[in-house]
């Protein structure tokens, strides 16, 4: 009891500090394009935004689990998805530099119309949707069992706080409070670091050896991240927003950084589920962790939750706020961009009250939208309006061969977890580039 006393703490104490100091967004620049002064965002807080937002609580969560499962190599792998900052920061550069283009949907409907683009948006409203349930779930589960009427409030206090300052400031309160999250997560996952080393048979050497470098064990999701990589980012407004909002150097160097630096910070959140091996926990790996290291560690495990998944959060409402007012041009006015947020908000908790698993397998993961890999690899290249729609219907294909494991088992050459994944990856990749280019082709 105690213990769920202090987590309430951290949840409403945090929130209202954030909002407080939370600046006050006056214009649709500063709302929705973090504007402020006339000053954008430098390198340093650029880059400390785009790694909090996306080590959100369920990847974290993921990190350990992983950890547990297949020693470092299981963070390792799941630390390849950050490549999506490389391939995203220098496409988007040349996007910018060499094309000219503002945004992403500006590129795409030069480029394939707007029908296309409807078809783009409709994949990133899914992918926000399923932001907001998602990582308030992992909040809810710290706070009792799922269906308990502390596992419903919990999300539902959380959630509205977080909104609250996201409406507040807009674009510039979530890049703000991203720097603030970000010095809180470092200074904690030292402090859970400096916890696990300090156990005796816990040492450098027995972290890099816990785990086998074979497809078996790990490198099968290392090789699908590594792929999914080259489209995964475009269909995520919450990273591809921040991309336009500084100068296109500013932007190229923070996306680097935060490709390395999130990283190694995925890997670093790993090493609890390698603790968590070596001494045989079962369950969620953080949760069993901080259990054995006593209640201060749990509630410092548990305030990375929050930090982290308040982070993806206000970053969720913004993108689709930005979404819906500037990118689709629905209502270019603070009041509609706010009331823009409510409503994600308000929808995107919906499914906590339901069987959430079975939706979630249902929504577009990083398997559906490898048709994007073309689409943004080969921007340059000319080709017809067809080649989108090829692409992106194929892509989705193997996304749905994947979700109903239909996938032929003989064109699947590892074995151990996610080989499937893997190889509905490779084939899918390689079935979306010569749709592409297809039209091309046959055009000639």
């Not at 402020?36 to 790694?51: D, F, Q």
């Not at 995203?88 to 409907?109: M, P, V």
């Not at 999701?221 to 407004?237: E, G, K, T, V």
């Not at 969720?316 to 706010?338: E, H, N, W």
């Amino acid at each position: 009891m105690e213990t769920i006393y202090w987590q309430w703490v951290l949840v409403v104490g945090s929130s209202l500090i954030l909002f407080l100091l939370s600046p006050l967004a006056k214009t649709t620049n500063s709302f929705f394009k973090a504007n402020h002064n006339k000053k954008s965002p430098n390198v340093l807080i650029l880059t400390g935004s785009l790694i909090i937002s996306w080590i959100f609580a369920k990847s974290i969560t993921n990190a350990a689990n992983l950890g547990l499962d297949f020693g470092i190599v299981g963070g390792v792998a799941y630390a390849g998805y950050y490549l999506s900052f490389t391939v995203a920061g220098l496409l988007i550069y040349k996007l910018r530099t060499k094309g000219g283009f503002t945004s992403i949907h500006q590129f795409l409907t030069s480029k394939f119309g707007k029908k296309a683009v409807a078809i783009f948006t409709i994949l990133i409203i899914i992918r926000l949707f399923n932001e907001v349930w998602s990582n308030t779930m992992v909040i809810g589960s710290y706070f009792g069992e799922s269906g308990s009427n502390s596992y419903y409030t919990s999300i539902l206090v959380f959630t509205g706080l977080t909104l609250a300052y996201a409406i507040k400031g807009g674009l510039s309160s979530s890049i703000f409070t991203d720097v603030i999250q970000m010095v809180l997560f470092s200074i904690l996952l030292i402090i859970i670091l400096y916890n696990i080393f300090s156990v005796e048979t816990v040492s450098v050497k027995t972290i890099v050896t816990s785990g086998t470098w074979s497809f078996e064990f790990g490198l099968n999701l290392f090789f699908a991240a590594i792929i999914q990589s080259f489209s995964y980012p475009f269909h995520d407004p919450v990273l591809t927003d921040r991309a336009f909002i500084s100068s296109p150097k500013v932007i190229r160097t923070s996306f680097l950084w935060a490709s390395l630096l999130g990283a190694i910070c995925i890997v670093l959140f790993s090493i609890i589920g390698v603790y968590a091996q070596s001494q045989s926990f079962k369950g969620q790996a953080a949760v069993e962790v901080g259990k054995a290291f006593g209640v201060v560690v749990l509630l410092v495990i548990n305030f990375i939750m929050i930090t982290s998944a308040a982070s993806t959060l206000d970053s969720t409402f913004s993108a689709f706020s930005k979404l819906l007012a500037i990118d689709l041009g629905f209502g270019k006015s603070l009041s509609f961009g706010r009331l823009a947020m409510v409503a994600i908000a308000v929808l995107g908790t919906i499914p906590i009250f339901f069987n959430a698993e079975i939706l979630s397998a249902t929504t577009i993961s990083g398997t559906m939208v490898i048709g994007l890999t073309p689409v943004f690899l080969f921007w340059n290249i000319k080709v017809p309006k067809l080649s989108f729609y090829l692409s992106i219907g194929c892509g989705l294909i193997f996304g749905f061969l994947l979700v109903f494991n239909s996938f032929p088992e003989a064109l699947i050459f590892t074995k151990g977890k996610y080989a499937d994944l893997l190889w509905v990856n490779v084939w899918g990749v390689l079935s979306c580039n010569i749709l592409y280019f297809v039209p091309k082709w046959i055009k000639k």
